[in-house]
């Protein structure tokens, strides 16, 4: 299991093009399509489960992402149907009641399309991706434009990358976005405001 700390920060283009600029470590950039799952029940965002399939450059990455203190859990496999990854996402450490949880069916409720463009950034004290995204979020028939700055901590001192990453949003004058994108999609669904 990998444990997830992360900030994420909203932002428009002239911030993501100004970030891109003032970080001149080699970029990659990524071609994301993500689809989030849940059951006809909703068990799976009830518990705050995050269940999702992502194709990364067309690479096939299932993903569940569960509570896990003041961090997220983590577990991901390769398998192009989400159905037969979730028995291996159990079976590398993510909560076994998913198994029984999925058992009423899983099916697409929204996702998200988007360029990532990712940057290593490498101290004496941590290791942190910043990812820029840019793209939209759908989700009951709805669009939503996507336009973020994530910082996320790879190895590393927490307290100190928490500093860093209060330097960063203060040189930039970002503002954190509080809710994942899985959440903001799910809100498109549900016919709910994005707004705040």
């Given at each position: 299991?990998?444990?997830e700390?992360?900030?994420?920060f909203?932002?428009?283009?002239?911030?993501?093009m100004?970030m891109n600029?003032?970080?001149?470590?080699?970029?990659k950039?990524?071609?994301?399509?993500?689809?989030?799952?849940?059951?006809?029940?909703?068990?799976?965002?009830?518990?705050?489960?995050?269940?999702?399939?992502?194709?990364?450059?067309?690479?096939?990455?299932?993903?569940?992402?569960?509570?896990?203190?003041?961090?997220r859990?983590?577990?991901?496999?390769?398998?192009v149907?989400?159905?037969?990854?979730v028995?291996?996402?159990?079976?590398?450490?993510?909560p076994?009641?998913?198994?029984?949880?999925?058992?009423?069916?899983i099916?697409p409720?929204?996702?998200?399309?988007?360029?990532?463009l990712?940057?290593?950034?490498?101290?004496?004290?941590?290791?942190?991706?910043?990812?820029?995204?840019?793209?939209?979020?759908?989700?009951?028939?709805?669009?939503?434009?996507?336009?973020?700055?994530?910082?996320?901590?790879?190895?590393?001192d927490?307290?100190?990358f928490?500093?860093y990453?209060?330097?960063i949003?203060k040189?930039f004058?970002?503002?954190?976005?509080?809710?994942s994108?899985?959440?903001?999609?799910l809100?498109?669904?549900?016919?709910?405001?994005?707004?705040?």
């Amino acid at each position: 299991m990998g444990i997830e700390y992360e900030f994420k920060f909203k932002a428009d283009r002239s911030i993501l093009m100004a970030m891109n600029a003032a970080f001149p470590q080699k970029a990659k950039e990524i071609s994301m399509e993500t689809v989030y799952y849940d059951t006809p029940s909703g068990a799976l965002s009830a518990r705050r489960y995050t269940l999702r399939r992502r194709l990364e450059n067309g690479v096939s990455v299932c993903t569940l992402k569960a509570p896990a203190g003041d961090a997220r859990g983590e577990w991901e496999t390769e398998n192009v149907f989400i159905e037969n990854a979730v028995a291996e996402l159990v079976a590398d450490g993510a909560p076994e009641e998913l198994k029984q949880l999925v058992q009423e069916g899983i099916y697409p409720i929204c996702g998200a399309k988007f360029t990532r463009l990712t940057k290593t950034i490498v101290s004496e004290c941590f290791a942190v991706e910043l990812a820029l995204d840019h793209g939209y979020l759908f989700g009951g028939g709805q669009k939503e434009p996507l336009c973020e700055v994530e910082l996320e901590l790879k190895s590393g001192d927490k307290e100190i990358f928490d500093c860093y990453v209060q330097g960063i949003a203060k040189k930039f004058s970002l503002e954190e976005e509080k809710r994942s994108k899985f959440a903001r999609a799910l809100a498109l669904y549900k016919g709910e405001t994005n707004a705040g």
